[in-house]
């Protein structure tokens, strides 16, 4: 698929079938994500795979009921380590770096999964403690997003964006851009 074509299609499925992911796109996504860039190549992230049911079950639960969590037979939870980024760049690696770093991995994971024809959610809402539990992870470790993946059972809707003109600048904060729409299509499948 042809990335713009990508960013296109993706938008939250929060309604899944009940169809195993195959391991091979799994696999994928997680190369997608090794590829990722991080402050210094640190990598101050962490993901965790999470397909086991009754594990899933809990982690719906630490999202505070969001049944679509249970039902996707995949999340990845990605955890930032700030005290890998902080070795290096101290404060800002420990409250920003290793976040952006989570981040932007959590993002590769979507449009890869996008790209392989698999439906996905940014769930961000959850108990951090919770979800630590869940999936083990030491005190140390901040989650930073839940990507629910697997087949659609849903069409995604479209959902509107501001104006580029209000959120584009030119120059100095408060100066719009003047944006000329290229892409008329949201592609669809
Ligand atoms: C940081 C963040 C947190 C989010 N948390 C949730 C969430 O907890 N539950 C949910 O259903 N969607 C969540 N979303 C998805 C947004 O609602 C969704 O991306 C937004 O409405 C735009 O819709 P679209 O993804 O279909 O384009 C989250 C997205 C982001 C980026």
């Known amino acids: 698929m042809e990335f713009f074509d990508v960013l296109a299609r993706r938008h939250s499925i929060r309604r899944y079938l009940p169809k195993k992911v195959e391991e091979?796109?799994?696999?994928?996504?997680?190369?997608?994500?090794?590829?990722?860039?991080?402050?210094?190549?640190?990598?101050?992230?962490?993901v965790v795979v999470v397909r086991d049911e009754e594990r899933r079950r809990r982690l719906a639960r630490?999202?505070?009921?969001?049944?679509?969590?249970y039902e996707a037979p995949v999340s990845m939870?990605?955890?930032?380590?700030?005290?890998?980024?902080?070795?290096?760049?101290?404060?800002?690696?420990m409250v920003l770096y290793s976040i952006q770093d989570a981040t932007i991995a959590?993002?590769?994971?979507m449009l890869s999964a996008t790209?392989?024809?698999?439906?996905?959610?940014?769930?961000?809402?959850?108990?951090?403690?919770?979800v630590r539990e869940?999936?083990?992870?030491?005190?140390?470790?901040?989650?930073?997003?839940?990507?629910?993946?697997?087949?659609?059972?849903?069409?995604?809707?479209i959902t509107e964006r501001r104006k580029i003109s209000e959120m584009a600048n030119m120059e100095v904060f408060g100066r719009p851009f003047?944006?000329?729409?290229?892409?008329?299509?949201?592609?669809?499948?």
């Open 115 to 130: 790209a392989l024809d698999l439906g996905t959610c940014w769930v961000g809402a959850f108990d951090d403690d919770k």
């Open 24 to 46: 091979e796109k799994i696999n994928l996504i997680l190369e997608a994500v090794n590829t990722c860039p991080t402050a210094g190549n640190l990598q101050a992230y962490h």
């Open 134 to 157: 869940v999936v083990g992870a030491s005190s140390d470790l901040v989650p930073v997003a839940v990507i629910t993946i697997g087949y659609p059972a849903e069409r995604p809707e």
């Open 178 to 189: 003047p944006h000329k729409e290229v892409k008329k299509e949201l592609i669809r499948s």
């Open 77 to 93: 939870v990605f955890l930032a380590d700030p005290m890998r980024s902080a070795r290096r760049y101290g404060r800002r690696g």
């Open 106 to 109: 959590a993002t590769y994971a």
């Open 62 to 69: 630490a999202c505070y009921n969001q049944e679509f969590v």
